[in-house]
Structure formats: C-alpha cells, structure tokens
C-alpha cells in the first residue's frame, strides 16, 4: 500500500479535456500538442487563483480538487471566458476547445494521484457538455450560494456509465452583463483574546468532529464485507482475483477493444502464475457495463480480492489507473496510475501484474520469473491489430472470423515472428473447418484446413496456450490422441489457471476414454469460470454418458441447452441418453439441427464425435438406435 496514501475523504473534482482532440492531432500534431499544453497551463494558474489544486495534468485531460463548489465552478467560468478571447484571435483551424464537468463524489488520494467515483462521476459529467461548456451535478448546482451570478438550466436526469441511479445534470454559465468573482483573499488577522479562546474551542470541535468523521466516514456508501461462508465457492487455499473488465475512459467508444484486450491480456497473464486462483475472462466479462458492488462480485465467483480499473488511450498515449481491493475488509490494498506510450504498452501492463503479485505475496518460480520477460511483440501496431482481430473473432460468428482473419494477417504483416497471431489465425481456419464456415471466407473447406495446419506449424515454434490447444485438438481429430493429450497437459502447465485448456484437456480424456479423469478438469474449469456454463456442461454430460451415469449426464445436457438453445452438440448426446432412459421419441431433440449439423442417421451423428474406443462409439450408436433414428439416410 503507498506510504503517501488518505482515507477515503468527500471532494469537489473539476474534469477537463479537449473535446475532438484526436482530430486536431491528425491536422497538426505539433500545432495541436502545444496549443493543449498552453491550455492547460493557464487553466492550472486559473484553478490556483481560486484555491484549487490540480492533480493530474495530462496530454489532453486536467484533473482538479477543490474545497469549495463555487470555486471550482468560478474557476472553469473564468478560463472558459478567457478561452474564448484566445480562441477568437485564432486564424487557423486548430481550435482546442475545452469542455468540463463538476461534481462531488468520495475520492482516494495516493502518492498524488487521485482515484475514487467523485473522479469517475466527474468525468462521466464533463462529456455531457457542450465543446467550450461546463455541466455540474445536482449536488454541486444545490451548494452553490444564490448570491453568485450564475445561470443554471438544467439538463434533467442523465444515465451515466458507471452509475446504477442516473444522475440530475446541470449546465452553467455566466448570467448576462455580469461579472465574475474575484478570488477571495486568504487572511489572517489579529484576534481578540476572546475570539482566540472562541476559536480553540472551535478548533478542538471541528478536530473531534473530524476524528469522528475519518472513523465513521458517513459519505461512504454502506459496505458489508463479503462473507466467506455466504460465498457461493469455498475460497481456495490461494490468493484469489477477479479483474473486472477496465472501463474505457477514452473519447473515442471505439478504443473499446483495446481496453478489453488489455484486461484479457492481465487476466491471462495472471493465470499462468501457480501462486494465483483467477478467475477468467468469460465470467468476469459478464459483468460488463453492469454496476455490481464488490461483495456481490466477491460472493459470485468465491474470491477474496477484486481488480478493477479504467483505461484511457489517446492517439498512442495510454493511461491506465487500477485498484486492488481486498473484499473481506474494502480495503484498498493499493490503488495506482501508470502513464505510458502504446510502445511501453507491455510494461505497463507488467507494472501492473508486478503489483497484484507483491501486493498478495506470490512467490514467483524461476520459470515464471523467466516468461514473465518474454514480450510476444515489439511492434505496438501488430498488437493493436491482434486485438482487433481478437475483438471479432470472439463474436463467433462466420461473418465476424471473416473480419477477424484481415485482422491478424496485418498482425503478422507487421511482425513475421508473431507466434500469437498465427495461433490466433490457426484457431479461426480450424474453427472455420470444423463449423463448415468456409464460405464466409471464400475458400473451399480442405483449404480452409490446409491453412489452419500451416499456421499452426508457425504458432508452434514459440508455442502459446492457445496454440496447444490447436494442436490438441487437431491431433485428437487425427486419432493420435496421446500427442493431444500430451499438447494439452503442455497447455495447462502454460497456464495452469486458464479454463479454456482445462475444459480442453477434459474433452479429449473423454474421447480418449478416460472419463473420470475428464470429470475432474471439468470441475477444475467450472471453479475458474463460474459463468462459463453451457460447454462446460456439455462436456460434463459427455464425460458422464462414458460413465454410463445417463440420469446426471440427461440434466447436464438438458441444462447446456436451455442456457443456449443454439448450441447444437449436446442434443446428439442427450438424444442417445434419453434412448437409454427409455424416451423413445428421444430423437425429436436432433429435428431443428439435423439438417445443418446431424442428417438423419446413426451413422452420420456418430462421426461427428471423435471417441478413440469402439465401446464408445457402440454406446452412441445404440442409444440413437433406441432413441428412434434411422440407421441409413434413405
């Protein structure tokens, strides 16, 4: 925890950026910077005069708190209107324009560097101006003295990202033929010796008061600490984390991808480590744009600490900030900012990760402390297109991969060497082969093949989790099920906390017949990934008819599809179970996917399961027979 760190206090916060600054860059870039960076400077002199203190001061962005609401809004007055004169006098079309917002929320200062939802609020506020406006919050509009000179119209109640109750906003100007404030003068005269003892007194009280306040913090919103024994998971015999998805705080909504990627990204990082439960990106990913307290967080996905964060990204400049949060206490266990170019992009993240294992005492192996170092990309422009392509190929659909593949072919355009791009286009021709989605690519299917083959030769010469998972699965579908097997195992110790290569280590056991082993790593996977429910359910219900446990393997299946009743595999598997319970008209489950997926016979369903044993495959085959299928298309 920073040593300059202070509770939790209530703060008037000012948000300033420069509205289309992304646009003035690309007509000028040296023209736009210095013109923002004189901007500023001046609205810093300005917030000074009126008691304010800034505390970030960035590219395009400023940052400030003050005690007094009607300072800050005096403040932003006062620039505005000394802006427009400058603004004016201008002759080019470089205009920096400045928009703010106002509001007063509890903040969290440390080593200078402000954190907390006063800031967020405040942000969230100034993009509801206007380009030269300023937009307060109710509560800020009801603090300001009657006596001051200033017209306010109120702009009704606004949804503001972030906020589960929407939000009174107000627009502020100067009333006409008015004249602003002066700043007020900070005096110290000579007192009475009455008013002395008057203002001990005082003194002593406001000190109690506050002592009192600090303890009880009454602007906090009500917190119950997350009880472990309401936790729907028993907490694990390690350090535990949820990284929440960061929120994107850039002005473009665009940049999403790239904020969600670089969440991906910590979370993947963090479960490659030994020491670390993490939970993945599927279930922490569903709470997405959602306003969800810590606790609830907490108690969901059974962990005791929750990451959350916000990055902002301007043209290749890269802010982010994040706190740690200890969810049986609140406590913060640090809460930081780490400014950075999309050149240092790696080692911000690396920051990152460095201060989430210091903070919850992880001992790093030597090979851990080894592949932490390794980069997978010098070239930010190929990462910035992988996590393009990345964005879309989680779409999943043959229209999103088509996208995806242009994507990761810049990627490896860009850097030959690329090892996670051309696993990441090895993954799509393979998913596209398997899907019959060729189409969609305008390739023939034995191409698409031949693609996914040729870049997973490439992927494999620095081998990522997520090419071992390729491989694994392509050696399964050749029948060479120890190489799969073997892949995968290399897969989980890569990663031992990604569920993905659980749950594909526990299919091909399955197919492999090894049924009981493949139960273990399904649960295994369902811990890591509480919301990833319908195919870890679909490879439950299949280890579970190889167990010939057709009752438990029925509600498996029976559930996968009512979480997503698109998903086609389980209903050739709960088909062939309910055969066996005893449904004899089992088979009408097959009928709205029999046409795409299954046809109509025993033969053609059963060769879409890749088992190694023939007893497996007699298993299937006579529970369709008994569920009512035909043995030959006719």
Same mark, same amino acid.
């Given at each position: ?46 917030? %000074? ?15 400030? *708190? ?18 427009? *004169? ?11 324009? #400045? ?8 903040? #969290? ?23 030269? %406006? ?13 006596? /001051? ?7 009704? *109640? ?11 906003? +107000? ?17 110290k005269p000579r007192m009475a010796p009455i008013t002395r003892w008057v203002t001990v007194a005082a003194s002593v009280f406001v000190i109690c008061g506050g002592v009192l306040l600090a303890w009880y913090q009454p602007w906090k919103p009500d917190f119950e600490p997350a009880s472990v024994e309401e ?12 990284? &929440? ?29 030994? %020491? ?15 306003? #969800?307290?810590?606790k609830q967080v907490a108690k969901e996905l059974g962990v005791r600490y929750v990451l959350e964060g916000s990055v902002r990204r301007a043209g290749n400049e890269v802010r982010i900030n994040a706190q740690l949060i200890d969810a049986s206490s609140e406590g913060h266990l640090w809460a930081e900012r ?40 010098? +070239? ?44 990441? /286009? ?14 969609? &690519? ?22 990522? $989790? ?30 031992? %906390? ?16 090894? $049924? ?15 919301h990833g429910k319908p195919r870890q359910l679909y490879v439950r219900g299949l280890a579970e008819f190889g167990l010939e446990q057709f009752d438990n393997a029925a509600a498996s299946l029976q559930k996968a599809l009512e979480l997503n009743p698109g998903f086609a595999k389980p209903t050739a598997i ?15 489950? /097959? ?14 369903? #059963? ?28």
């Amino acid at each position: 925890m920073s040593e300059n760190r202070q509770p939790g206090k209530l703060a008037v916060i000012l948000h300033a950026d420069v509205a289309g600054s992304t646009r003035l860059v690309q007509q000028d870039e040296h023209l736009a910077h210095e013109r923002i960076q004189a901007i500023f400077r001046r609205f810093s002199d300005t917030i %000074g005069q009126y008691h304010g203190q800034v505390r970030e001061l960035r590219g395009d962005a400023l940052l400030a *708190e003050f005690e007094r609401a009607s300072d800050a809004v005096t403040a932003a007055l006062a620039f505005q209107s000394d802006h427009s *004169e400058y603004i004016a006098q201008l002759t080019d079309t470089i205009l920096p324009r #400045v928009r703010v917002g106002i509001a007063m929320g509890e903040v #969290v200062v440390a080593d200078d560097t402000i954190t907390g939802a006063g800031v967020v609020l405040a942000q969230r506020v100034e993009q509801l101006a206007e380009s030269g %406006g300023i937009c307060i919050t109710a509560a800020i509009h009801e603090s300001l003295p009657q006596r /001051l000179p200033f017209a306010q119209e109120s702009l009704g *109640e606004q949804e503001v990202k972030g906020f589960t109750e929407s939000v009174r906003v +107000y627009s502020v100007r100067l009333k006409d033929g008015s004249e602003l404030p002066a700043p007020t003068e900070v005096s110290k005269p000579r007192m009475a010796p009455i008013t002395r003892w008057v203002t001990v007194a005082a003194s002593v009280f406001v000190i109690c008061g506050g002592v009192l306040l600090a303890w009880y913090q009454p602007w906090k919103p009500d917190f119950e600490p997350a009880s472990v024994e309401e936790m729907t998971f028993p907490l694990p015999d390690k350090p535990s984390i949820a990284v &929440l998805p960061f929120t994107n705080m850039s002005d473009d909504t665009k940049q999403e991808y790239f904020v969600d990627g670089m969440t991906e990204d910590l979370i993947t990082d963090l479960s490659k480590l030994k %020491g670390l439960f993490v939970i993945a990106r599927n279930s922490t990913f569903s709470y997405k744009g959602k306003i #969800v307290k810590v606790k609830q967080v907490a108690k969901e996905l059974g962990v005791r600490y929750v990451l959350e964060g916000s990055v902002r990204r301007a043209g290749n400049e890269v802010r982010i900030n994040a706190q740690l949060i200890d969810a049986s206490s609140e406590g913060h266990l640090w809460a930081e900012r780490y400014d950075g170019s999309l050149q240092d992009i790696f080692a911000l993240q690396d920051k990152v990760t460095k201060k989430i294992v210091a903070a919850l005492a992880v001992n790093l192996t030597g090979e851990e402390e080894i592949e932490r170092k390794i980069v997978e990309t010098i +070239y930010p422009n190929a990462y910035d297109a992988f996590l393009k392509g990345w964005a879309f190929y989680l779409q999943q659909t043959p229209e999103s991969f088509s996208v995806a593949r242009g994507y990761f072919e810049q990627a490896i355009e860009l850097d030959p060497d690329y090892s996670r791009a051309y696993a990441a /286009l090895s993954a799509l021709y393979w998913d596209a082969h398997i899907r019959e989605w060729s189409p969609a &690519l305008k390739m023939d299917r034995p191409s698409v093949k031949k693609r996914a083959f040729e870049y997973r030769e490439k992927a494999m010469i620095s081998p990522t $989790p997520l090419a071992l998972m390729v491989a694994a699965d392509m050696l399964m579908w050749l029948g060479k099920y120890d190489e799969a097997l073997n892949q995968a195992k290399n897969a989980v110790k890569l990663a031992p %906390g990604d569920a993905h290569v659980q749950l594909k280590l526990a299919e091909i056991l399955t197919f492999a017949g090894q $049924p009981q082993k493949g139960l273990k790593f399904v649960s295994d996977s369902a811990r890591l990934d509480p919301h990833g429910k319908p195919r870890q359910l679909y490879v439950r219900g299949l280890a579970e008819f190889g167990l010939e446990q057709f009752d438990n393997a029925a509600a498996s299946l029976q559930k996968a599809l009512e979480l997503n009743p698109g998903f086609a595999k389980p209903t050739a598997i709960l088909a062939a179970v309910k055969g066996y319970l005893g449904d004899q008209n089992a088979a009408s489950i /097959l009928e709205p996917y029999s046409n795409e997926y299954w046809g109509t016979a025993i033969l053609n369903t #059963v060769v879409a399961f890749p088992y190694k044993q023939q007893i497996d495959k007699k298993r299937l085959e006579e529970g369709l027979r008994k569920a009512g299928l035909k043995e030959f298309d006719i």
